[in-house]
């Protein structure tokens, strides 16, 4: 299991930028697949972006290609989310998932964090 811990939510206007960071600890951050999903109010969690262990891997939905960018940082066992040209509809709870696949499904990961609110308002 890896514990996660995210950070660096907030509100911005359309337009603007956020970096969300997740901190993880656990002995197998290091070849898990990292990946952030978000869950808007009334709507399902969804796939935004994951990363494998080399960063080889990257996958993104379609609707935040070209505007958000996942890495990851092995040693500091960090990974990040970068968000720019945000939109009101980027509006949800972004959470920090790993899994032990390369996989954008959510039932593939099996360590969550809490969560970090993103509002971006018109």
């Known amino acids: 299991q890896v514990q996660l811990v995210e950070s660096g939510g907030g509100l911005v206007q359309a337009g603007g930028s956020l970096r969300l960071s997740c901190a993880a600890s656990g002995r197998t951050f290091s070849t898990d697949t990292m990946a952030w999903f978000r869950q808007a109010p009334g709507k399902e969690r969804e796939f935004v972006a994951a990363?494998?262990?080399?960063?080889?891997?990257?996958d993104y939905t379609d609707s935040v290609k070209g505007r958000f960018t996942i890495s990851r940082d092995n040693a500091k066992t960090m990974v990040y989310l970068q968000m720019n040209s945000l939109k009101p509809e980027d509006t949800a709870v972004y959470y920090c998932?790993?899994?032990?696949?390369?996989?954008?499904?959510?039932?593939?990961?099996?360590?969550w964090g809490q969560g970090t609110q993103v509002t971006v308002s018109s």
């Open positions: 998932a790993a899994s032990r696949r390369y996989s954008s499904r959510l039932t593939d990961f099996a360590s």
């Open positions: 990363i494998g262990w080399s960063g080889a891997y990257l």
